[in-house]
Structures are given as structure tokens and as C-alpha cells.
Nanobody, 123 residues
Framework: QVQLVESGGGLVQPGGSLRLSCAASGSIFSINAMGWFRQAPGKEREFVVVINWNNGNTDYTDSVKGRFTVSRDKAKNMVYLQMNDLKPEDTGAYYC????????????????WGQGTQVSVSS
């Protein structure tokens, strides 16, 4: 089992920045990919970004490219999402996810999910 705990959400004005963190614990050896998803009110959960836990390769959804940056700290079992130039449409609950494969996360599937952290972008 793997446990994921997100933090760092909050309320920010358009154009502002936030940094989300995801702390992983448990059977980390089984994980090869971690990612972030988000769910806006009344909408389905959508893929944001995936990072290969081993080689650091990343894949972003088009709407966040150039604004969001994912990173990992393998020594601390942490994944981060730096979000810059935030827009109102970035509002939603952000979930950390982990899986044995990148392909599953790209399809919206994950073995493990965190509880989520709320991001609100409003003036």
C-alpha cells in the first residue's frame, strides 16, 4: 500500500502562484509514476501531469504547459507541482496519484490517490 497526502492549496488571485506538495509513504518501491489530477466543481476529474518516478520524464496536459512544473525528490518521497500564472479555470480540487506505470496515469487510472487539496483562483 502507498499513502499520499497533498498540501499547499489555497486561494490566489489570477496571475498568482501556488506550490502543491505530495508526500508518499508505504510501499514506494512499487511505484514507477506519480501525477496530478484536478476536478472542477460539476466536472469530471482530469489529468494534469505525470512524472516518471525513475527517470523524471514528464507529460503535461496542454492547458498547463509553460505554467505548471512538476518535480520529485526521491530521497524525501515527495512530488511537487509549481503552478504559475494561475487562471480562474485552474480552480478545483487537486489530487496526487501514484501507479506502477505512466500509461495508466495518462489514461486517468491510478493504483493510489490522495485526498486532494483545494485550489481557488479568484479576484
Amino acid at each position: 500500500q502507498v499513502q499520499l497526502v497533498e498540501s499547499g492549496g489555497g486561494l490566489v488571485q489570477p496571475g498568482g502562484s501556488l506550490r502543491l506538495s505530495c508526500a508518499a509513504s508505504g510501499s514506494i518501491f512499487s511505484i514507477n509514476a506519480m501525477g496530478w489530477f484536478r476536478q472542477a466543481p460539476g466536472k469530471e476529474r482530469e489529468f494534469v501531469v505525470v512524472i516518471n518516478w525513475n527517470n523524471g520524464n514528464t507529460d503535461y496536459t496542454d492547458s498547463v504547459k509553460g505554467r505548471f512544473t512538476v518535480s520529485r525528490d526521491k530521497a524525501k518521497n515527495m512530488v511537487y507541482l509549481q503552478m504559475n500564472d494561475l487562471k480562474p479555470e485552474d480552480t478545483g480540487a487537486y489530487y496526487c496519484a501514484a501507479d506502477r506505470g505512466v500509461a495508466d496515469l495518462l489514461r486517468g487510472l491510478a493504483d493510489y490517490w490522495g485526498q486532494g487539496t483545494q485550489v481557488s483562483v479568484s479576484s
